[in-house]
C-alpha cells in the first residue's frame, strides 16, 4: 500500500486548501468593509449579502442586474504577475451596463476560480475589487473562491462578477422619444478597458515584445503594465448628470462589438445614428495596434472602444445642460454626432479615425 492509503486520503491531498481559503477571507474583510453605503454593511462571511432598499432611499425600486468578466485581459495580469487592478476591471464592466439603464449600482458580488490559491494573488484580486466598488459607489457584499486543481493549470485564473443596482419606477433609459436631430456625445475611455484582448494578444505576440518591455505608445509605462489600465467606471458622473438634467434619453457603454454593436442596443425602431469618426481622440494604444497588427478601421470600430467608452443621447434643446452637467461632474464630453432616420445600416459613419 501506499503512504497515502495508509494513512487516508485528504481534501487537501487533492489540492484544495480550505484553510487557505479561510485565511484569504479574513485578509479581505478589511477591504470589504472600505466599500460600505447605505443599505448595506459590506461585511462578508455568511452564507448570503444583505442589502436594504429602504434604507439606500428608494420608494418603489425597479431592480437592474448584470454579470460580466474581463476575458482574457487576465491572462496579462497572470503573465506579468500585476493583479491589483484586474479586479476594477471586473466591476466596470458590471456596473457600466446598470448606469447606461438610469439604475444606480448597489451592491457587488465576485467569483474567482483558479488551480491553487496563492498567498497574496486573491487578496490583491479583492483589493482591486473594492476599489472599483469605491468608485462606483456600490457595497462588496458577498462573493466565491474556488480551487479547481486539474480545470485550471498553474497560476492560471478566471473571474466573473455580479452587480445589482435600482431605479426608481418610470426613471429607467432609454427613454422614449428618441428622434432625429437628438444630439450623440461621447466620454472618452482610458484605453483597450475589457474587450478584445484575444487579438489584443496576438499583435503583441506577433511584435516578439515582452510584457516588461517599454510600451511604445506610452513611455515610462512597460507593455503590460498599460495594457493593464483599468476600465473607467463611468457611475459617479453619470448619476450625478442624471439627477440635475432630465435630457439624457439614452446611454450606450461601448464594450465587446463597439460602436456597430452597442449603439443600437439603445435605438428604438426607425432611427439611426451617425457618427463622425473624425471627433473622436484615440488613445496612442490604437494606433500601435492598429499599425502592427494591420488591423483595418472597420475591424478596430467593431472590436474595440477606438478612444469612447460611454456614449450620451441627449435632446437637441438640451445638449448644452447636459454637457455642462457631465463637465461639472469631471467629464470632457465631446459632440460624436446626431440621431438620423434609419437607413440600411443603424449606424453610419463620416471622417476617419486618427490612429
Not at 53 to 74: E, Y
Not at 123 to 135: E, F, N, P, S
Request: hydrophobic share 45%; aromatic share 6%; net charge negative.
Amino acid at each position: 500500500m501506499t503512504a497515502e492509503r495508509n494513512e487516508g486520503m485528504t481534501y487537501a491531498g487533492a489540492g484544495v486548501d480550505i484553510d487557505a481559503g479561510n485565511a484569504m477571507v479574513e485578509t479581505i474583510k478589511p477591504l470589504v468593509r472600505a466599500t460600505r453605503r447605505p443599505g448595506a454593511d459590506a461585511e462578508i462571511g455568511g452564507f448570503g449579502g444583505l442589502f436594504d432598499l429602504k434604507a439606500a432611499g428608494f420608494r418603489d425600486p425597479i431592480l437592474v442586474a448584470a454579470n460580466d468578466g474581463v476575458g482574457t485581459k487576465v491572462k496579462i495580469a497572470i503573465e506579468t504577475g500585476r493583479h491589483d487592478t484586474i479586479g476594477i476591471d471586473l466591476v466596470a464592466m458590471c456596473v457600466n451596463d446598470i448606469i447606461v439603464q438610469g439604475a444606480e449600482p448597489l451592491f457587488f458580488l465576485d467569483y474567482f476560480a483558479t488551480a491553487k490559491l496563492v498567498p497574496g494573488v486573491g487578496a490583491d484580486i479583492v483589493r482591486g475589487i473594492a476599489a472599483g466598488c469605491r468608485q462606483a459607489g456600490c457595497a462588496l457584499i458577498g462573493g466565491e473562491t474556488a480551487e479547481m486543481p486539474g480545470l485550471y493549470d498553474g497560476q492560471d485564473y478566471d473571474l466573473a462578477g455580479f452587480s445589482v443596482g435600482a431605479a426608481e419606477r418610470g426613471t429607467l433609459l432609454p427613454r422614449d422619444g428618441i428622434a432625429p436631430g437628438d444630439v450623440v456625445l461621447g466620454l472618452a475611455s482610458s484605453g483597450v478597458h475589457s474587450n478584445g484582448f484575444s487579438l489584443v494578444r496576438r499583435i503583441v505576440e506577433r511584435t516578439g515584445l515582452g510584457w516588461d518591455a517599454p510600451a511604445p505608445f506610452w513611455p515610462g509605462r512597460s507593455l503590460g503594465e498599460a495594457l493593464l489600465e483599468p476600465t473607467r467606471i463611468y457611475v459617479k458622473p453619470l448619476l450625478a448628470a442624471l439627477k440635475v438634467n432630465d435630457g439624457i434619453k439614452a446611454l450606450a457603454h461601448i464594450t465587446g462589438g463597439g460602436f456597430p454593436d452597442n449603439l443600437p442596443r439603445v435605438l428604438p425602431d426607425g432611427v439611426g445614428i451617425s457618427i463622425d469618426l473624425d471627433a473622436v481622440r484615440p488613445p496612442p494604444v490604437f494606433g500601435w495596434l492598429a499599425r502592427e497588427g494591420g488591423v483595418a478601421e472597420a475591424e478596430m470600430l467593431r472590436t474595440f472602444n477606438c478612444g469612447i467608452g460611454m456614449v450620451v443621447v441627449s435632446a437637441p434643446d438640451k445638449a448644452e445642460a447636459v454637457e455642462a452637467a457631465l463637465a461639472q461632474a469631471g467629464e470632457a464630453p465631446v459632440r460624436l454626432g446626431r440621431i438620423t432616420e434609419r437607413g440600411p445600416e443603424p449606424v453610419t459613419f463620416t471622417g476617419s479615425l486618427a490612429l
